[in-house]
């Protein structure tokens, strides 16, 4: 092996890189808050009687999870900017990556949550409806006051695993030449022709990272199985 | 804002005149498919191996197997991307990377980069499959399996792994998708798949709108044959009167 | 208090009720019995509007069921139900279980509800349980909450699908003699039970069911002193092999 390394662009740039990282969870944060609600929505909409909402649903949650997250993205990069500016009035000019790759995320992430939540939703017992209802609940009630709150209990160690997925998968926003955490990387690596350092640094901090929350998301998950 | 509607954009010829729009997207089509499909070859070989190791009665090999699941489920994609195709050729031992660089043209590096990449990530997830597969199988199989005589590799291969694959039949279903869904990663570094395509599609042409459709349909339409083909698979595969086999 | 005209109903081809007729006068206690799949549980659960019937009408307390301007959640929310499964929710304690119908339902506060819940523990002997959850509990236990819950309600008349058929046979009596204690109260009863002991106690009539029929509508004396099928006779000397 003759490569020499050189880790000495590293130590410089950490504020930009940590820039990035701000990126990175910002859009991580928002897109988990909306998925979970939209998600649960969708999946509520997906399980009613109603048809033509169930449909709109399965549409919703099978079209986008039948295509790749590189190409919502560019999708949103193509449409979001133009309605955003028209809707605002917004200068051609103002930066709307960030709130494209967010709207991007969340939609997409939506349709996974969802399904996650049907799930949950369906693993609870038939009988805690009819129980629910016959102590006079309202559909709502039932959903409310004893489904959810069972599924959820039940999905939190699901919901914070695809948690972990979509922060990895925030840095695909490298296709908006958005500076997020492994944009800005890159970038640093580019600029002193260090790439070779800064690809390993970015690979090791997302482990570090995603590794130690799955640790905790696994203990968590042992101790639920254990009550 | 209005748009021109124009889909008869796909029929014109691309600049250098030796195909038109339509063969551009069809090759980035092509390319897709080729790629995914022997990422997902070296995906089920390693995931299965992996599979087997991690439930094997012996704490070093079982190690070795976490270990590899859980470096390549925590990074994301395009970062081992990266580090594939930019890294590995430069650290590589025995001037194997100097060959790499010299020998190989830009797109086949390009390829193979990709390939070896979506191999190695999905197959961390196959791995993980194939593992819950074989822990789901009654414990009383392994031991009729031994009680026979049966050596331990013997259980595997006659007793455990012809069941559990048909248990995991679904479940790579949606993995097979995803390294469809995953491959248009690779589009950035510069690997003209599909995605890719589309996108070169939108700088020549200007209709990004007919481009990203047309592109997004294909996408739908590899999602419908790979689950019609897996159906077909499951169905095949299913064993009468066992659980699942409904 | 509950009349049950010619109800029928079928999933697809399947008839699973034909032609049910019976009434259920105020403070009488029924036991409907019959072999499985006889359609038992779903009559039940057709009385307060858990499982749709097709034809036919049920009224309960004066209200039709069927009718779909009928509002049940109102109409099931003055139905006590006993499920076989219990159904208590395990994600709340004893406590809030008995609790949160009357609270989310019936609009009783927080205070009214809590003294209304303990008193009706006490009284199924599980007072010292107010605070653990279902999970902590046995069978029987969890199926004594789940009476004192459906009671908290002030339920005019009271349901019970296969209550002692989940349970292990040391806990059936326990349960059993809740609801002894219950129909000599005076309550109104509909019970889906094999208990044939509990039928000889208590019961006013009797109903057999087989293949979706009643077959038999009967006193209780004559049910069980000569019944006119066969069916129902098999049956009873099945049930006393055991």
């Known amino acids: 092996m003759n490569y020499e390394f050189d880790w000495s662009s590293i130590p410089g740039a950490l504020p930009f890189l940590w820039e990035g990282m701000k990126v990175s969870l910002e859009i ?59 809707a605002f009035n917004l200068d051609p000019n103002t930066d709307v990556r960030l709130t494209s790759a967010m ?125 | 804002m209005s748009y021109n509607w124009n889909w008869g954009i796909f029929g014109n010829p691309v600049p250098t005149g030796d195909t038109t729009y339509l063969g551009w997207m069809l090759s980035g089509l092509q390319t897709t498919v080729l790629l995914s499909l022997s990422a997902w070859v070296i995906a089920l070989a390693l995931g299965s191996l992996m599979g087997v190791l991690r439930t094997v009665p012996h704490k070093g090999l079982s190690g070795i197997a976490a270990a590899y699941v859980e470096v390549f489920r925590n990074i994301p994609l395009l970062v081992q991307l990266f580090i594939w195709y930019f890294v590995l050729p430069e650290v590589l031992p025995f001037g194997l990377g100097e060959r790499f660089k010299q020998d190989l043209d830009p797109v086949t590096q390009q390829f193979v980069s990709a390939m070896v990449c979506l191999g190695f990530f999905t197959s961390a997830r196959v791995c993980e499959q194939v593992r819950s597969g074989i822990n789901a199988l009654p414990r009383g199989q392994k031991n009729a399996g031994l009680a026979l005589g049966f050596t331990l590799p013997q259980t595997y291969r006659y007793v455990l792994l012809p069941m559990a694959f048909r248990l995991v039949v679904p479940p790579l279903t949606s993995e097979f998708l995803n390294i469809f869904k995953n491959s248009a990663v690779c589009s950035t570094i510069g690997l003209l798949e599909l995605a890719a395509q589309g996108r070169q599609l939108v700088d020549y042409t200007a209709q990004p709108y007919e481009s990203f459709i047309a592109v997004t349909v294909l996408y739908l339409i590899i999602n419908i044959v790979v689950m019609l083909l897996m159906r077909v698979i499951e169905t095949r595969s299913r064993v009468p009167g066992y659980i699942g086999g409904k | 208090m509950i009349t049950i005209e010619k109800v029928s109903k079928h999933y697809g081809s399947f008839q699973v009720l034909t032609d049910c007729s019976t009434r259920v006068a105020k403070g009488e206690v029924v036991v409907v019995c019959g072999p499985s799949g006889s359609g038992k549980s779903t009559l039940i659960k057709c009385v307060n509007g858990l499982e749709p019937f097709q034809a036919g009408t ?81 069978g029987g236990q969890q199926q004594r909450v789940a009476i004192a819950r459906a009671l908290a309600m002030d339920p005019i008349c009271m349901l019970f699908d296969e209550p002692t058929s989940a349970l292990d046979p040391e806990m059936i009596n326990e349960v059993l003699d809740v609801m002894v204690e219950l129909a000599q109260e005076g309550m109104t009863m509909m019970c889906v039970t094999h208990e044939m002991g509990f039928a000889r106690k208590v019961a006013n009539r009797v109903i057999f069911m087989d293949k979706g029929q009643i077959v038999e509508d009967d006193s209780k004396d004559a049910f069980f002193g000569a019944p006119r099928s066969e069916r129902a006779r098999q049956f009873l000397a099945k049930i006393l092999q055991h």
Request: proline letters at 4%; glycine letters at 8%; aromatic letters at 10%.
């Open chain 1, 28 to 86: 991580t944060v928002i897109a988990v808050i909306f998925g979970i609600v939209w998600g649960t929505l969708l999946a509520m909409m997906r399980l009613s009687p109603v048809k033509p909402l169930a449909m709109f649903a399965a549409g919703y949650v099978n079209l986008f999870r039948a295509i790749p997250l590189v190409m919502v993205l560019l999708w949103f990069f193509l449409i979001v900017p133009q309605v955003l500016r028209g």
């Open chain 1, 103 to 227: 709207i991007g995320f969340a939609l997409f992430e939506s349709a996974y949550y969802s399904e996650i939540i049907r799930a949950g939703i369906q693993s609870v017992p038939k009988g805690q409806v009819s129980a629910a209802s016959a102590l006079g609940m309202s559909y709502a009630q039932a959903m409310r006051l004893v489904v959810l709150p069972q599924a959820f209990r039940n999905m939190v160690p699901l919901l914070l695993t695809q948690a972990i997925v979509l922060f990895q998968d925030t840095s695909l926003v490298y296709v908006s030449a958005l500076a997020d955490f492994f944009g800005a990387a890159y970038k640093v690596g580019d600029r002193d022709g260090r790439l070779v350092e800064l690809l390993l640094f970015a690979g090791a901090v997302y482990f570090v990272l995603c590794f130690s929350l799955s640790q905790v998301v696994r203990r968590l998950q042992k101790r639920m199985a254990m009550v």
């Open chain 3, 58 to 138: 049920i009224t309960v307390n004066g209200v039709s069921v069927g009718d779909p301007k009928t509002n049940l959640s109102k109409l099931r929310s003055h139905v006590g139900m006993v499920f076989q499964h219990f159904e208590l929710f395990p994600h709340m304690s004893i406590t809030d279980n008995l609790t949160i119908a009357q609270e989310k339902v019936l609009g009783r506060n927080k205070d009214e509800a809590r003294d209304k819940g303990l008193k009706l523990l006490d009284r199924v002997g599980l007072k010292a349980h107010a605070a653990k959850f279902p999970g902590q509990l046995s």
